[in-house]
């Protein structure tokens, strides 16, 4: 069996970004990866300005101790002003551009208007107090935005202040989806003896859309040979990525391997760990495959463990990986031969809380959880000892 490095490092081997990119108007991109770099032309702020409303002052006025001074100008953002004419001061508000001449700007709380119209000031200013200057943000060819950014709403922010109306972003990639088991019913109908709702379909569908994915859905495919073979076949026409659930054990009825082998090649079929031991990676016809088992607990951990990364990688996106935090646990743990990725979730105190129940069957625990902990083979572990936490948040969930 592989290790859980050793299988990504198998899954990822070779994968690269779709090659279609389309042009998209930045205001409806997000989400969107970027398929080439954003540089800016112009600085921002484009001018120095006002960090707050108050006066703009010239520094070298208030030599002599002078605190009283007329207003002769008033600048409101998005209006520019004229020479602040010496012995004077400006009215301005918050992002309105400097006038030349000032070299500071003194908050309206810090000065008193007076009954003439002038304005006493209570304090003596300091050169380049409260203004941003121009560029001060980003400069003429900064590299704002990278190719494999995703346009978080923040980004779209940075591309929008930078004068960009439409972004080259990759196209979505097709992934394909089928799930064998011929006990699997769709909710709304009647479960016949031995039967089970599919759950696996909800939640690896709902993580494909995520991800921004184009999902192909082929439902439930009836344990034959014939029938996952065919679902392969319809699959790897219309498919950047193939992805199946169940099927993957030795049984008699498990009939995935095979078929792959019959139009592909498998590359990988076991990893070292728990839940989710069966996770199957190869070719169908050129289209990257991977299969997860069917347990919904071990479907939705090996998902994000393995699928996701390459999900992402030929998505165009840079940044694949995600972070683990060290956290103490509440409780004691022993672990057996196979490397654990368990359901924890944070306490109050910073602690890791362990769900009731670590069986890969029980789905609910992945509601109740905020997270994973990695759990090394062999490990006999007690309250307090440390391990890596890796947060929902991180795969974005």
């Known amino acids: 069996m592989l290790t859980v490095e050793q299988a990504k490092a198998k899954i990822l081997e070779g994968a690269e970004a779709v090659a279609e990119v389309e042009d998209m108007v930045t205001l409806y991109s ?37 605190r009283n001074f007329p207003v002769s ?6 209006h520019v002003g004229t020479e602040l004419e010496p012995g004077t001061v400006a009215r301005i508000f918050t992002g309105a551009p400097i006038p030349p001449g000032a070299d500071a700007v003194i908050p309206q709380e810090e000065a008193s208007e007076m009954e003439d119209g002038s304005v006493e000031f209570h304090c003596e200013p300091k050169a380049g107090a409260w203004i941003r200057r121009a560029g001060c943000d980003i400069d003429i060819g900064q590299t704002v935005l990278k190719r494999g950014d995703r346009l978080t709403p923040p980004a779209l922010g940075v591309a929008a202040s930078v004068g960009v109306s439409t972004v080259k972003v990759y196209r979505p990639i097709r992934v394909s989806l089928f799930f064998t088991g011929d006990e699997l019913a769709m909710p709304g109908e009647k479960l016949v003896e031995g039967g089970i709702y599919n759950s696996n379909r909800f939640v690896l569908r709902g993580l494909l859309h995520q991800l921004g994915c184009d999902v192909v859905d082929y439902g439930n495919i009836p344990d034959t040979f014939e029938a996952t073979l065919e679902a392969f076949r319809k699959a790897s026409r219309k498919s950047d990525f193939i992805l199946t659930s169940g099927g993957m054990s030795v049984g008699e009825a498990d009939f995935i391997r ?12 076991r990893i070292a760990m728990k839940p989710g031991k069966p996770v199957a990676k190869g070719e169908v016809r050129g ?11 071990s479907g939705f951990v090996t998902f994000l463990l393995f699928a996701q990364p390459l999900i992402l990688k030929l ?19 022993k672990c057996g031969s196979r490397r654990e990725f368990i359901r924890v979730r944070r306490n109050g105190a910073g602690e890791l809380e362990n769900y009731r129940t670590q069986n890969s069957a ?11 902990a990695d759990i090394p083979a062999e490990a006999d572990l007690k309250k307090g000892d440390l391990v890596t936490y890796i947060p929902f948040t991180e795969f974005n969930l």
Do not use: H
């Open 258 to 269: 095979r078929a792959v082998e019959e139009l592909g090649k498998m590359q990988m079929w």
């Open 315 to 333: 998505s165009g996106r840079s940044q694949i990986d995600v972070k683990g935090y060290i956290l103490p646990l509440a409780f004691d743990y």
């Open 30 to 66: 997000a989400g969107k990866i970027l398929a080439e770099d954003i540089v800016s032309e112009i600085k921002v702020p484009p001018l120095d300005n006002s960090q707050m409303d108050g006066y703009a002052v010239r520094c070298a006025d208030f030599a002599g101790g002078r």
């Open 287 to 297: 289209v990257p495959f991977i299969g997860l088992p069917g347990n919904p607990v």
């Open 362 to 372: 029980v789905l609910s625990s992945c509601t109740w959880a905020d997270g994973l």
């Open 73 to 78: 100008q008033r600048i409101f953002a998005g």
